[in-house]
């Protein structure tokens, strides 16, 4: 799996999200990130098919990620079923992984059914989305297979440095959706970041990019602008000191301020979503 990749979440026009997935694989993105929540999964494959057919990549050289969603996480059957009707989405024979998105529903039963998958060759690899320590350490002491990834927020304002050891200590390979923090925290503007940035001629973003594939994080970025792809994936000519990176750990404030996964409101919300 590639440590960066590209992130499609909140792009739901099919036209756009078709063509963002073609520009981004243009730019030298190989791994791409979608799930059947953000109802763009026939966008992405046909951005994709377009891009094999003008010759920019072949399919074995892309890594393709999407989740099942809580709806389809009450039982072993469901799941698997949910994994081939992604695959129907997409119009291909397998994705590179295939994430729980929530800690939600019967997440035991739902994660046998994407391991069946697995083994039937309709996935490479299987992960979970969201799940914080106490239940990654459930499913890992009990799992036939240790999720691959795990993709949770991170980002310098949420660190989450105890997650990410965590992690590390089933093997498993943290993954940071919203990496730049949403755009939150002014986090492209902090006097910090871009003082930083500006020693290695790079911007606040990349350093904050940069900060988090040190860490050994997997990093997702959006953008719907190829300028700011490029921007994004151009992170890989610099090395932040060590200094640097504790620096810059400082800024987190030990909560998101995106969502509250502990919230029982926000468990019924997700709950209640098709």
């Not at 960066?4 to 739901?12: D, N, S, Y």
């Not at 036939?144 to 993709?151: E, R, S």
């Not at 940071?176 to 949403?182: D, I, N, T, Y």
């Not at 988090?212 to 890989?236: L, Y």
Request: glycine share 8%; proline share 4%.
């Amino acid at each position: 799996m590639p440590l960066e990749g590209f992130g499609v979440f909140q792009i739901p026009d099919a036209a756009q999200c078709g063509q963002v997935v073609y520009d981004a694989i243009k730019t030298g993105y190989r791994l791409l990130d979608t799930a059947a929540a953000y109802g763009n999964e026939e966008a992405v494959g046909k951005g994709v098919a377009r891009a094999i057919a003008d010759g920019l990549a072949v399919r074995e050289e892309l890594f393709i990620t999407t989740k099942v969603w809580v709806n389809d996480m009450g039982s072993e059957d469901a799941a698997y079923g949910a994994v081939k009707t992604s695959l129907r989405k997409l119009a291909m024979d397998y994705v590179d992984l295939i994430l729980l998105h929530q800690p939600m529903g019967d997440y035991f039963a739902a994660y046998r059914g994407i391991i069946r998958a697995y083994k039937e060759g309709l996935a490479k690899a299987v992960g979970v989305a969201n799940f914080y320590p106490a239940v990654l350490a459930n499913l890992c002491e009990h799992a036939a297979v240790i999720p691959a990834v795990n993709q949770v927020e991170l980002h310098p304002f949420f660190a989450q440095e105890a997650a990410i050891k965590n992690m590390k200590a089933y093997g498993v390979i943290p993954q940071a959706w919203g990496p730049l923090a949403e755009g939150k925290h002014g986090i492209f503007t902090d006097p910090e970041l871009t003082g930083i940035g500006r020693k290695y001629g790079k911007s606040a973003a990349q350093v904050v990019l940069r900060w988090n594939a040190q860490r050994g994080v997997s990093i997702i970025p959006k953008s719907v602008h190829v300028e700011r792809m490029e921007q994004n994936i151009d992170i890989w000519d610099f090395v932040l000191t060590e200094e640097e990176m504790k620096k810059i750990a400082m800024k987190d404030l030990g909560h998101s301020e995106i969502v509250n996964h502990d919230d029982p409101a926000f468990v019924k919300y997700i709950l209640k979503l098709h």
